[in-house]
């Protein structure tokens, strides 16, 4: 499975982006796809998840009500759509699909909200 993000950027606070992380390879339907960040000088952290047939989505606190995680088996694609974006939320976003135990991730876009 090979994983591709796409979106991401510079944009002001309160202001929003979208993502969208494409898959290839493997059956799309049967992945659980969640993304994840990491801040300069933190630790990558759990942003959210959506379930694989029913698109039964979570979120960090941080990001509930602000984010939101949907998903189209078809496309086989992924969409992360941010809204009113803090500076906080500064950090490099990364998709990652997993099943069986197993874990694939995509690589990492930066994401950058100025004050």
């Known amino acids: 499975v090979q994983l591709q993000a796409f979106g991401g950027g510079l944009v002001q606070a309160g202001g929003y982006l979208r993502f969208s992380c494409a898959a290839s390879?493997?059956?799309?339907?049967?992945?659980?796809i969640s993304w994840h960040r990491q801040a300069p000088g933190k630790d990558r952290e759990f942003v959210g998840s959506i379930s694989r047939s029913f698109g039964v989505t979570s979120y960090a606190d941080s990001v509930k009500g602000r984010f939101t995680i949907s998903r189209d088996n078809a496309k086989r694609t992924v969409a992360l759509q941010m809204n009113s974006l803090k500076p906080e939320d500064t950090a490099v976003y990364y998709c990652?699909?997993?099943?069986?135990?197993?874990?694939?991730w995509g690589r990492g876009t930066q994401v950058t909200v100025s004050s």
């Open positions: 390879g493997g059956t799309f339907s049967n992945y659980v």
């Open positions: 990652k699909a997993q099943i069986s135990n197993r874990d694939f």
